[in-house]
């Protein structure tokens, strides 16, 4: 009985063992997959480059891209001849920790790129990671050119009259296309407002709501929060 046992688990081992034992790629391999892997790394540092033109752009970050993908590659490369090394590479990974924010989220899409493409190219598919660059850039781009709503402006208004809300909401519907308003205080004899507005003449918003009386002032403010309508 413990012979038939033991004469099962070596069976088992051997056959777990031999099954990701693949055989180590040779050197032909190994170029070719490290030459289309630069290529494509190359491909995504200048799409980085340009994508990022119009924003804040990190030389190191866009490097880090480009070398990210071929260490990816070997390392895919590697795991393939042996589960021994798959596992240490694990164990060593583990270890690792990042703790660099991610400044935009673009930034993520090409990290995400990066990492990809290195483990598809060490798996051996060079023309999907090909086409999934194609892809991705036209992506990007199309993406890019679709226009981004602009952002309404805050009106924010002091007055030592407390009737004066529906006069000014009568000047504010005058000249904006669409308003909300945002803060509305009250107190000791004082209104203070705050409207969001997308509004085109400022000048002549800011003009004639500053002529109503009662108001103390009248401020016109660009923010980048989100848009509420």
């Known amino acids: 009985m413990s012979s038939s046992t033991t004469t099962f688990n070596d069976v088992f081992r051997s056959s777990f063992v031999e099954g990701f034992n693949g055989a180590a790629p040779d050197i032909k391999n190994i170029l070719l997959t490290m030459a289309v892997t630069l290529l494509i790394a190359l491909y ?22 480009s070398m990210l993908t071929i260490i990816t590659a ?12 798959s596992l240490g590479m694990v164990g060593a990974l ?3 920790r990042f703790r660099t924010a991610i400044k935009d989220p673009l930034d993520l899409i090409f990290l995400f790129w990066s990492i990809g493409t290195g483990i598809i190219c060490g798996a051996g598919l060079a023309q999907m990671a ?4 194609i892809i991705i850039t036209a992506g ?5 050119l679709i226009p981004v709503a602009k952002a309404p402006m805050l009106l924010v208004l002091n007055s ?18 669409a308003n909300n308003i945002k803060s509305r205080n009250l107190t000791m004899g004082r209104l203070d407002m705050i409207i969001e507005v997308r509004v085109k003449d400022q000048s002549g918003l800011v003009r004639e709501v500053a002529a109503i009386d009662g108001i103390t002032t009248a401020s016109l403010l660009s923010h980048d929060g989100e848009v509420t309508f």
């Open 44 to 65: 995504i540092f200048f799409v980085y480059r340009l994508m990022t033109r119009k924003t804040f752009y990190s030389k190191n970050f866009n490097i880090s891209l």
């Open 140 to 144: 990007l781009y199309f993406l890019d």
């Open 130 to 133: 090909i086409l999934t660059s």
């Open 74 to 85: 070997a390392v895919i490369l590697a795991v393939q001849s042996s589960i021994v090394i």
């Open 94 to 96: 583990s270890i690792v």
């Open 160 to 177: 030592q009259n407390t009737e004066v809300e529906d006069s000014v909401m009568e000047v504010v519907k005058k000249y904006c296309s």
